[in-house]
């Protein structure tokens, strides 16, 4: 009985040991997953500033625009919100175009005040015809192939299908929008105005229409960022301010401009969103008297924020950055 | 001779206008505070429509119902004066509550207030109540605090969570010693361990206190106890955390899409509980129902009401009949609560007699009303006038209801709790996901 006691705690150790480790590896698989999703979104952000120099301040709520799309278009037609991508990605690249040709562009001539106010009064001119046309309801999909649906990997860690499909869709727009910039004789027209656009001008590149281009693929990666995001987030005309807030973050802590360092950053950002469910898990597998009744679930945002302010103080040009 | 006739021309036409808003108080305005847009608009057009239903009755003569608001079409005791109501929107935003109920009072010069679902609005409301000495009804918050505060001007009719978190436990007990209708007793360990989580306003967070203190007390000590923001988009790390230790039973509160956005959290990440309960609120709104359709099956919620109430009491089987034809919907708790508050407030008047604050304080001070004339299953309304409790309707009690699927493929809410009160056999373990 003796000798069993200490062999007995020891294998009870190890027990709770595997069942923290497999705690932590589901946070950290969810919140890549995640973080896929946060990078598309910021990816929009980061065309957009690394070509123009010009923050958009309503990046928010073309995604929200293109969570509405997406809902619309699956409840309007009778059919899978997956069909809404592609609605979304159309429909937000109209709206940059239209946005750099109605706005932007007479914003261009201005002081940069006038930039940054220019793109705020937009989001909120977008968000409040959003709560007029749409309500001020949250609004969710309900029905489709991937909603709900989800599969066990390995030691139960469970994938969402819907996040699944975020992840992989985010990949492949990461992917294009690399080869694009760096393969294509479009890209190196964009990335020559991004660097020098009066030289550009002289060497007979149309940066207008770059400009207008850049604004069309950023709107069109949020726009469908959103479209996919509502097959698990409810949509109301307030939620682009969360996003709009995290894709700053993430685009500060990849880098003003950076296309992998969004990638990167959005990863990072998704792990910091899931910092909850790690401490949880060390609290309970561990027992330690003091951590317990600490509410970390409600600053759960917080980290990504601590990090977006420790990286604007220490390294303003971020991890991946090369705009100054 | 002109300028004599100015001065009595003058004075008549002083009384005339001193006399319009005089003859206007034949009407007895409330002031209606409700969420109808936001999160929980679902359930403030539930409340309102609650509400509408007691007005209609109580200005109105209804010889058929058994209640005696029916049979007086208006306040009788103010010569037959007609009750009106103004509804406002406080989109579950306490500040913007308490500018409310200060325009209510002073632009619109209501007699009182009803409202406001919101604990945390309820709250701020009845601070403003309190400070110009309005009389307030609350009909469908339940913070314990609220009635702790020695508000004299407010009264609360439904019973509060430490009441209704006392039933969840007893039933709980219960079904660890067969007392449960078709269930033979379950050892406790399948019960355990209790994970919580709460949205983290006044209601929710005094929710989460509620069942800690209760469940220690009771051997059903939550292992992980979660408090979110009932505006979170997402709750998939929260959902994580609730998972972790394998719970048996889940226990919740949330207020509307959080409480939809919960159960499909749970579905995707395949969560295996044996008992899933929710505190009334998003657990019994239309939209859960409407959005979660046969996912829904087998989860509890503390509840009020059930249009089953009717098969047991007359009075509840017509008032859900006027209910659905006005709305097309069965009462939910919600709608009966605000019902029963608004009728509360009919008979408060009926005895003052009087709009005068001083005189309705006094009136629901004493007021007692029969269990007969109420369509909620409770012992009556009396509210407490001393003690910590103040203002509390001490005769309210709870009930739990579990979501069913009847043989016509339609879910109701079927009552297990109070245990003679059962309408049906108790689903255990819930089926899934």
């Known amino acids: 009985m003796l000798v069993c006691l200490p062999l007995n705690s020891a294998s009870k150790a190890d027990i709770i040991m595997d069942e923290l480790l497999l705690q932590i590896v589901r946070a950290v698989v969810s919140g890549l997953m995640m973080g896929l999703v946060f990078g598309l979104v910021a990816l929009g952000l980061t065309i957009i500033f690394g070509v123009m120099d010009i923050v958009n301040f309503a990046h928010g709520e073309f995604l929200m625009i293109g969570m509405y799309a997406g809902l619309l278009t699956a409840t309007g037609f009778k059919v899978d919100p997956l069909v809404g991508l592609p609605v979304g990605a159309v429909f937000g690249f109209l709206l940059g175009v239209m946005c750099y040709y109605g706005l932007v562009r007479f914003l261009l001539r201005g002081p940069v005040a006038a930039q940054l106010f220019g793109t705020f009064g937009l989001m909120l001119f977008l968000r409040n015809l959003a709560l007029l046309i749409m309500g001020a309801d949250p609004r969710s999909v309900h029905q489709g192939i991937l909603v709900g649906k989800s599969f066990v990997l390995g030691p139960d860690i469970i994938i969402e299908m819907t996040k699944l499909a975020a992840g992989i869709l985010s990949v492949v727009a990461f992917i294009s929008m690399w080869w694009l910039l760096n393969r294509t004789r479009v890209g190196m027209a964009l990335t020559a105005t991004a660097l020098d656009a009066q030289a550009a001008r002289y060497m007979g590149i149309p940066t207008e229409k770059m400009n207008a281009l850049a604004w069309g693929l950023g709107g069109a990666t949020v726009a469908m960022a959103g479209a996919l995001l509502v097959n698990f987030w409810p949509v109301e005309p307030n939620v682009g301010l969360l996003f709009t807030m995290i894709a700053f973050a993430t685009v500060a802590l990849g880098g003003f401009g950076s296309i992998s360092g969004a990638a990167v950053a959005g990863l990072i950002v998704g792990v910091l969103i899931n910092i909850a469910p790690i401490w949880d898990a060390i609290n309970l597998f561990t027992g330690i008297e003091g951590l317990k009744g600490l509410q970390i679930h409600q600053f759960k945002y917080s980290f990504v924020y601590l990090t977006y302010f420790l990286i604007m103080v220490f390294r303003p040009r971020g991890l991946f950055g090369w705009k100054h | ?433």
């Not at chain 2, 660890?176 to 209708?181: A, D, H, S």
């Not at chain 2, 979170?232 to 972790?244: F, G």
């Not at chain 2, 829904?296 to 098969?311: A, D, K, Y």
């Open chain 2, 1 to 433: 001779m002109q300028r004599k006739l100015w001065i009595p021309a003058l004075c008549i036409l002083m009384v005339a206008t001193l006399a319009i808003p005089a003859m206007a108080a034949e009407e007895i305005k409330i002031g209606l505070i409700y969420p109808m847009t936001g999160g929980a608009a679902a359930e403030g057009k539930e409340l309102r429509d609650g509400a509408e239903l007691a007005l209609e009755i109580a200005n109105n003569v209804r010889n058929d119902l058994d209640m005696a608001m029916a049979k007086n079409g208006g306040i009788k005791s103010l010569g037959g004066a007609k009750v009106k109501i103004i509804i406002q929107d406080h989109q579950g935003n306490p500040q913007l509550g308490a500018d409310l109920a200060k325009k209510l009072i002073q632009d619109e010069k209501v007699v009182g207030i009803l409202g406001c679902y919101h604990s945390a609005v309820t709250k701020t409301v009845a601070a403003v109540a309190d400070r110009f000495g309005v009389p307030m009804i609350n009909d469908s918050s339940t913070s314990p605090a609220l009635t702790k505060e020695g508000y004299k001007w407010f009264w609360r009719t439904t019973p509060h969570d430490t009441i209704f978190t006392q039933d969840l436990f007893v039933f709980l007990e219960g079904l660890t010693q067969g007392k449960v209708r078709g269930v033979k007793a379950v050892d406790k360990k399948e019960l355990l361990p209790v994970v919580v989580a709460c949205e983290k306003t006044e209601w929710g967070s005094n929710v989460e206190a509620a069942i800690k203190e209760i469940g220690k007390a009771t051997g059903f000590e939550p292992q992980v106890s979660i408090l979110y923001a009932a505006k979170a988009p997402d709750l998939s790390s929260e959902v994580q955390s609730l998972l972790a230790p394998k719970p048996g039973t889940m226990l919740f509160a949330g207020y509307g899409a959080d409480a939809i956005l919960m159960i499909k959290t749970l579905k995707s990440q395949k969560a295996k509980p044996r008992v899933v309960w929710g505190q009334n609120a998003g657990f019994e709104s239309p939209e859960f129902l409407s959005s979660l359709g046969d996912d829904v099956v087998g989860i509890l919620t503390r509840t009020v009401f059930s249009p089953r109430v009717g098969e047991v009491k007359k009075v509840a089987q017509q008032v859900n009949d006027m209910y659905r034809a006005k709305t097309g919907r069965d009462l939910s708790g919600a709608s009966a609560r605000a019902f029963t508050a608004f009728q509360t407030w009919i008979y408060v008047l009926e005895k003052a007699g009087s709009t005068k604050p001083e005189d309705i304080q006094k009136a629901a001070n004493e007021i007692k009303i029969d269990a007969a004339e109420l369509i909620v299953p409770w012992a009556g309304i009396k509210f407490t006038t001393s003690g910590v409790d103040i203002g509390q309707n001490e005769l309210g009690t709870g009930m739990i209801g579990q979501y069913q699927k009847g043989k016509d493929g339609k879910i109701t809410l079927e009552i297990v709790y109070p245990f003679e009160l059962a309408t049906a056999d108790m689903i255990y373990p819930i089926k899934g996901w």
